[in-house]
T-cell receptor, first 117, second 111 residues
Framework: DTAVSQTPKYLVTQMGNDKSIKCEQN?????MYWYKQDSKKFLKIMFS???????INETVPNRFSPKSPDKAHLNLHINSLELGDSAVYFC????????????????FGEGSRLTVL | LAKTTQPISMDSYEGQEVNITCSHN???????ITWYQQFPSQGPRFIIQ???TKVTNEVASLFIPADRKSSTLSLPRVSLSDTAVYYC????????????FGQGTELSVKP
């Protein structure tokens, strides 16, 4: 069974379109994340949710909107796509903020490669 | 601003020991240090985690000096299948729990 699954794996679209990436984890974790990996392999955190509540919102354009319907799902919706949004987006989960400290053990999905033309 | 730094790339040969060092000068008291491995077209995968001194598991060792401002991932006797990008991740709780990755070290193992 896949622990953290993302769909779609590949997404090719035109500038200006709106698209969504879905993520689900079956690990029973409390915290979920979205990371963006650019062409230089740099992994940058975008958002994190703990028990459906937003706890980290990095400097990300308002065109990016995460949604967590329950603690097993964290979806990412992107409006008005731009060329610079082309990247691989990774969803991840972790046990949670144990005692207020996140020890950093993350479980990643396989990634969703977004190409904006 | 919290920051981790590590070498961009390293080369090695099969059978050698490889040590990759990550610098994290602003590490806080409650922060842990975690290393991940990433193969092409896959998500990063957990290798090892530590807080201080030395941690060893079946695939790697992690050395953390007393001041904790750096850490070294040690891979014993690498093989071709260890060719991957290795990331250092430090839990910077004092920045609201952000988990900041280093830029990754691309390890190339040659025959």
């Amino acid at each position: 069974d896949t622990a953290v699954s993302q769909t779609p794996k590949y997404l090719v679209t035109q500038m200006g379109n709106d698209k969504s990436i879905k993520c689900e984890q079956n690990l029973g974790h409390d915290t979920m994340y979205w990371y963006k990996q650019d062409s230089k392999k740099f992994l940058k955190i975008m958002f994190s949710y703990n028990n459906k509540e937003l706890i980290i919102n990095e400097t990300v354009p308002n065109r990016f909107s995460p949604k967590s319907p329950d603690k097993a799902h964290l979806n990412l919706h992107i409006n008005s796509l731009e060329l610079g949004d082309s990247a691989v987006y990774f969803c991840a989960s972790s046990l949670g903020l144990a005692g207020g400290v996140n020890t950093g053990e993350l479980f990643f999905g396989e990634g969703s490669r977004l190409t904006v033309l | 601003l919290a920051k981790t730094t590590q070498p961009i790339s390293m080369d090695s040969y099969e059978g050698q020991e490889v040590n990759i060092t990550c610098s994290h000068n602003n590490i806080a008291t409650n922060d842990y240090i975690t290393w991940y491995q990433q193969f092409p077209s896959q998500g990063p995968r957990f290798i090892i985690q530590g807080y201080k001194t030395k941690v060893t598991n079946e695939v790697a060792s992690l050395f953390i000096p007393a001041d904790r401002k750096s850490s070294t991932l040690s891979l014993p006797r690498v093989s071709l299948s260890d060719t991957a990008v290795y990331y250092c991740l430090v839990g910077y709780y004092n920045q609201g729990g952000k988990l900041i990755f280093g830029q990754g070290t691309e390890l190339s193992v040659k025959p």
